[in-house]
């Protein structure tokens, strides 16, 4: 039995049945209509967005029979070679299993050859970034003057490996990751023409999970079709990916609206018996707050609901406090891994939740104080008072607990008002500083206290931006085996307590960076060491010696004074 996998039987053969990617087919069409035809191209993205397919295409429409444009005929004998992968100039190399400069070295000789059928030999090389150095430079000549009868279709999923040499010789093209509208709607119309009935829920599962690749929605429709036996609905694609139903959501946020903990671990035990992905749950629970704020702020936009009542939600909780669960939730997820395991690690974000929320205020100093049946978590409202200066980095709020009942007292009704003794300060939220620029990032590593390898690894960073609590550091590529977990953590630990609130700590990978503390500190030595040499060659005594008695300096012999021994 031959079965063709639903990711190649759907691939398009034009670039009218691309999905997404309008940038880069209208580059390329303009380029074969007008003959401004680059030599050498390079599509980067993530996997599965077509950049392979973009190349085959291009190259049918170098190589079609009925001439050079952008609209390939697919019926001609080069087209269908072409569509099965047996055209003769048409040569795809896969770079991770061909690596080496001796690869290279037959790829260039053979360059020089008139193609045997086409108009054009076009070499495809995918993963081109897994070339070794030596094969690159190899290729460098031929990459920037070619033989005309020659075109270069480079691919790969990581561009900041290639060298900037290969990147100065190509037109580079970015394809960008596919949205959830955009998978959903070409899975649709697959399921269509297979003729496979199929529920929207499940379609929308299928689609999120694809993570912007269409190749990976198409895997998974596949897998959906032979699991549920030929028939999608929700339930069963759910099971499949392991997902949770969004109900659960639901019933989880309106626990915590409800400062319901009793309820809200109740949830978290049936969860539990699914064995589910918890960091997917905080994903989905950190996307339902956003639904709801959305809804709260703009209620003019449309919003999928997506399985919970967002409007219910949404009447039912403040925008702040929204806000600060939806930081819980991404902070959660970050940290899961470091929890003993990940359900405690989930309870605990759910808990801090529950724990941390700041309290409406009102003029009185009465304190609710439920009965422990209730199992609620007691609602306390004070009088505004200024907030305390020291703000723990760990906590985005601070509350107020009231102080606990005598042992003789009798026992308070469960509606009871209790008088607090004193009035206590008003829960208050600390957003952290905002780092301006890289010149305040720099105050910032030098207030900050680190020491050891996390202060190397601060003193390495560049700033690049801070925004929404989310402060972005550049490292060079040679920099990022100082990014450890633990370095990471104590650099963030850090940061937030000279910021005085709450910071993710991000580090991207960049050429061209702003200044560090490491740069600066280096530069500030050369000075002080250039003075030291000026002010010892200048000294008359010195000069004394070596006009009269042929003295010489040592290079590198003059030390500062502030020089650290063993220098």
């Known amino acids: 039995m031959s079965y063709l996998v639903l990711a190649r039987k759907w691939r398009p053969r034009r670039f009218s049945e691309l999905v997404g990617q309008e940038h880069v087919v209208r580059a390329l069409t303009n380029a074969l209509e007008t003959g401004r035809v680059h030599h050498a191209l390079l599509f980067t993205g993530t996997r599965g967005v077509g950049k392979t397919t973009i190349a085959r295409i291009f190259a049918k429409s ?18 269908k070679a072409i569509d099965a992968g047996r055209y003769i100039d048409l040569l795809e190399i896969d770079a991770a299993s061909n690596t080496g400069v001796e690869n290279v070295r037959d790829l260039i000789d053979n360059a020089q050859y008139m193609p045997s059928r086409g108009r ?62 955009q998978i959903r709607g070409q899975l ?52 499949m990916l392991g997902t949770v139903d969004r109900t659960r959501i639901h019933a989880l946020l309106e626990a915590l609206a409800a400062g319901n903990g009793r ?46 009542e967002v409007a219910t939600l949404a009447v039912g909780m403040r925008p702040e406090l929204v806000q600060l669960w939806y930081q819980m939730a991404l902070n959660g997820r970050r940290d899961l891994s470091f929890a003993p395991s990940p359900r405690s690690g989930f309870e605990m974000t759910l808990l801090r939740m529950l724990a941390f929320r700041p309290d409406a205020t009102e003029h ?48 308070p009704a469960a509606s009871v008002k209790a008088v607090a003794p004193h009035p206590a300060p008003a829960p208050v939220t600390m957003a952290a500083q905002i780092v301006t620029d890289g010149e305040h990032w720099l105050q910032i590593v030098d207030e900050c206290g680190l020491r050891g390898p996390a202060r190397l690894l ?9 925004r929404d609590g989310v402060l972005r550091l550049n490292l060079t590529q040679e920099q990022m085996h100082l990014k450890s977990p633990s370095l990471v953590l104590q650099l963030t630990d850090a940061v937030s307590r ?7 700590v991000r580090f991207e990978v960049s050429g061209a960076r702003g200044e560090t503390a490491s740069v600066r500190n280096e530069r500030a030595q050369d000075a002080r060491q250039a003075e030291a040499d000026r002010g010892f060659s200048e000294d008359p005594a010195i000069q004394t010696l070596v006009r009269n008695h042929g003295a010489s300096l040592v290079p590198g012999s003059i030390r500062p004074l502030d020089a650290p021994r063993g220098d």
Not at 70 to 78: K, Q
Not at 222 to 233: P, R, V
């Open 62 to 79: 170098l190589n079609c029979e009925r001439g050079v444009g952008a609209d390939p005929c697919g019926e001609c004998e080069t087209c």
């Open 120 to 181: 054009y030999k076009v070499y495809l090389i995918d993963e081109v970034h897994m070339l070794s150095k030596p094969a690159f430079n190899a290729l460098l000549k031929t990459l920037e003057e070619p033989p005309e009868h020659v075109k270069f279709l480079f691919a790969t999923t990581d561009p900041e490996k290639l060298l900037v040499t290969v990147l100065s010789r190509c037109l580079q093209f970015n394809l960008k990751r596919l949205d959830e509208a």
């Open 188 to 239: 649709t119309k697959i399921l269509a023409a297979e003729a496979i009935k199929a529920e929207g829920d499940a379609i929308a599962q299928l689609a999120r999970a694809a993570d912007g690749s269409l190749r990976d929605g198409l895997s998974l429709l596949d897998q959906a079709i032979a699991y549920s036996g030929g028939k999608l609905d929700g339930a069963v694609v759910a099971t």
């Open 263 to 308: 309820g809200l671990l109740d949830e978290v035990a049936q969860l539990a018996e699914f064995s589910p992905d918890w960091a997917g749950i905080l994903d989905a629970l950190a996307s339902a707050l956003h639904r709801i704020q959305v809804r709260q702020l703009v209620p003019d936009v449309t919003i999928e609901a997506d399985g919970f």
């Open 364 to 411: 009185t100093h009465a304190v609710q104080v439920p009965t422990a049946a209730q199992g609620r978590i007691p609602t306390t409202t004070a009088s505004r008072a200024a907030p305390s200066p020291r703000v723990a980095a760990a906590a985005e709020t601070q509350r107020v607990v009231p102080p606990p009942a005598r042992l003789d007292a009798p026992e």
């Open 458 to 466: 601060a003193e390495n960073a560049a700033f690049a931006s801070h």
């Open 498 to 504: 000279t910021l005085g609130g709450a910071v993710q």
